[in-house]
């Protein structure tokens, strides 16, 4: 069983298109995330949610909106999309004593 | 704010050598640190960490860091390097347990035959 699966694994889209990338998690943590990897492998968080409530929001641009239906779920929407949007999206949630579990990721292509 | 840094981007080693990757970190609190490794179109897996436990902490697949709090570092290494070591291996801190993590920018691990 996968511990935290992300759909799509690849994502091509035009520039202005509105995509959401779903997030499922088995583990029954409380903590799940966004994190965005650019085209150099830098890692950044963008959201993070627990129990359903959004505690973390880094400075990301508001076409980005994260929606947790129940906290093993966490997806991301996002609207108008651009070109430098296009990256690398994992997902991942957290364990006893800090340790994430990723997703195997989003690869998003904005053309 | 918490940062990490990661000495060389790039790291080239022949099989069966050490493998060393360096990692830097800075934290107002006594930090929880992590090496994740990415392997190519995968999500990160995690190696090892350190929860203010033991300063020597060993990991999967053969590797272990040292926490140095002196030299406020927390290098990974592997005695003897194989080819299945070639991947993306990060650093990560992080101020408590459930809070986010802040990763370093990442070393290119090549391993030679």
């Known amino acids: 069983d996968t511990a935290v699966s992300q759909t799509p694994k690849y994502l091509v889209t035009q520039m202005g298109n509105d995509k959401s990338i779903k997030c499922e998690q088995n583990l029954g943590h409380d903590t799940m995330y966004w994190y965005k990897q650019d085209s150099k492998k830098f890692l950044k968080i963008m959201f993070s949610?627990?129990?359903?409530?959004?505690?973390i929001n880094e400075t990301v641009p508001n076409r980005f909106s994260p929606k947790s239906p129940d906290k093993a779920h966490l997806n991301l929407h996002i609207n108008s999309l651009e070109l430098g949007d296009s990256a690398v999206y994992f997902c991942?949630?957290?364990?006893?004593?800090?340790?994430?579990?990723f997703g195997q990721g989003t690869r998003l292509t904005v053309v | 704010a918490q940062s990490v840094t990661q000495l060389g981007s790039h790291v080239s080693v022949s099989e069966g050598a050490l493998v060393l990757l360096r990692c830097n970190y800075s934290s107002s609190v006594p930090p929880y640190l992590f090496w994740y490794v990415q392997y190519p179109n995968q999500g990160l897996q995690l190696l090892l960490k350190?929860?203010?436990?033991?300063?020597l902490v060993k990991g999967i697949n053969g590797f272990e860091a040292e926490f140095k709090k002196s030299e406020t570092s927390f290098h990974l290494t592997k005695p003897s390097a194989h080819m299945s070591d070639a991947a993306e291996y990060f650093c990560a801190v992080s101020k408590a347990a459930g809070n986010k993590l802040t990763f370093g920018g990442g070393t290119r691990v090549l391993v030679k035959p």
């Open positions: 350190y929860t203010s436990a033991a300063t």
């Open positions: 991942a949630s957290n364990g006893q004593l800090n340790e994430a579990f």
């Open positions: 949610y627990n129990n359903k409530e959004l505690i």
